[in-house]
């Protein structure tokens, strides 16, 4: 399997304009986690999918991100406007649920993001 | 809510040496925890689990960690390190319940081998 893949893997954006990142998660994993990295707050869980349907946004920062997850094998995180705080690298994971697998998660390589 | 204390946010080991990375966590239930690296540039490679049995697990590249609930921590051990370990290490606890709740992260630490 090729892992978690994750497009792009740099963006460099201006303020203002609109940032999406994707995803396509390992075939067959049915849960899907998107993730921050930051330096001064490590790695928050932002929002994750049950079998394509978003289960809890709760770490979603602002109105300004949205998620979609419209089939098993495709997310998209989206940022409009974005902000310079928004820099930072957003990671998509991957896990399956049930037996010893569970909540065992699978992390794409990142999407480093940089807005200026 | 659950959290996870990485107590040491950097640390520096002669390469050969033996190395443990500390973790404590607050959880009410029984706790899933893991211990992810990140080398520079990439993304986490899991590098050991527990969920329940034996609370010496072995993982990947001759790393080790221990459960212990009633100091709730689960540290990270290895040896001997290789100049290749230098990344940062997280630990991490997830759910234990009926669904599959995202990872609580700590903050890292970012080990450093000296030749």
């Known amino acids: 399997d090729a892992g978690v893949i994750q497009s792009p893997r740099h963006e460099v954006t201006e303020m203002g304009q609109e940032v999406t990142l994707r995803c396509k998660p390992i075939s067959g994993h049915d849960y899907l986690f998107w993730y921050r990295q930051t330096m001064m707050r490590g790695l928050e869980l932002l929002i994750y999918f049950n079998n394509n349907v978003p289960i809890d946004d709760s770490g979603m920062p602002e109105d300004r991100f949205s998620a979609k997850m419209p089939n098993a094998s495709f997310s998209t995180l989206k940022i409009q406007p974005s902000e310079p705080r928004d820099s930072a690298v957003y990671f998509c994971?991957?896990?399956?649920?049930?037996?010893?697998?569970?909540?065992?998660?699978?992390f794409g390589p990142g999407t480093r993001l940089t807005v200026l | 809510a659950q959290s996870v204390t990485q107590p040491d946010i950097h640390i520096t080991v002669s390469e050969g040496a033996s190395l443990e990375l500390r973790c404590n966590y607050s959880y009410g239930a029984t706790p899933y925890l893991f211990w992810y690296v990140q080398s520079p540039g990439q993304g986490l490679q899991l590098l050991l689990k527990?969920?329940?049995?034996?609370?010496l697990v072995q993982g990947i590249k001759g790393f080790e960690a221990e459960f212990k609930r009633s100091q709730s921590s689960f540290n990270l051990r290895k040896p001997s390190v290789h100049w290749s370990d230098a990344a940062e290490y997280f630990c991490?606890?997830?759910?234990?319940?009926?669904?599959?709740?995202?990872?609580?992260f700590g903050k890292g630490t970012h080990l450093i081998i000296q030749p």
């Open positions: 991490a606890v997830g759910y234990s319940g009926g669904g599959a709740d995202g990872l609580t």
């Open positions: 994971a991957s896990s399956l649920r049930g037996g010893f697998t569970h909540n065992e998660q699978f």
């Open positions: 527990y969920f329940s049995g034996d609370t």
